[in-house]
């Protein structure tokens, strides 16, 4: 498994939402190897960004599943945080617009509004019910992943706004994108 085994828009199938997991298989436990080695991958032939978070769907598997990376400043530590059937029951704390991208949007980048707080319940690997509380950069990662489970890309809640569009270079700054050649012609929205 690797990052080729991450779709992309415009597939699909990233605005199917994905079901819920009933029992933890070996299928469901395989599925998690996978999205953790494909974010991994992904991560080591980019320079400028590092692989945070994926969800099932990414590696076009429809369950309701998210990993998120332990280390966010490390790319040497390759050890995640499994979350089954992830449901935000509570946000709080502000709403806030800041820089987002996705594994499977590449090089596109957006001003996208997210609440600064959320809490979360799952499941872990070991079907536990557990809750945390996230605040920043983690409560985006949260939101982020859990539209995915939902078939919500993070383009979606800027819809219409070009203004909130940005593209990466090659040296890894965020410039403005053409909205109408990059995002309307390239069919990334719905
Ligand atoms: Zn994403």
Redesign the pocket.
């Known amino acids: 498994m690797s990052k080729e085994d991450i779709i992309t828009l415009p597939n699909p199938h990233l605005r199917q939402k994905s079901q819920r997991v009933g029992v933890i298989t070996d299928e469901i436990k395989q599925i998690i190897a996978n999205m953790e080695a494909a974010t991994i991958s992904w991560d080591q032939s980019r320079d400028h960004e590092v692989g945070v978070a994926l ?1 099932a769907t ?1 590696i076009d598997k429809l369950y309701k599943i998210v990993v998120i990376r332990n280390n966010f400043d490390n790319k040497d530590d390759h050890s995640f945080t499994v979350f089954i059937n992830p449901q935000i029951v509570k946000h709080e704390g502000q709403v806030e617009a800041d820089y987002e991208g ?4 590449p090089n596109v980048y957006g001003k996208v509004p997210r609440h600064t707080k959320v809490k979360v319940k799952a499941l872990g690997e070991d079907g536990k019910e557990f809750r945390v509380t996230a605040e920043g950069f983690l409560a985006r990662i949260f939101q ?2 859990i539209d ?1 489970t939902n078939g919500v ?2 383009i979606d809640n800027i819809k219409g706004q070009p203004e909130a569009f940005f593209r990466l270079d090659d040296k890894g700054k965020l410039e403005p994108l053409d909205y109408e050649k990059d995002v309307r012609n390239n069919s990334l929205l719905w």
């Not at 996705?102 to 949007?105: G, T």
């Open positions: 969800a990414q996705c594994l499977s949007v982020h992943e995915h890309v993070f």
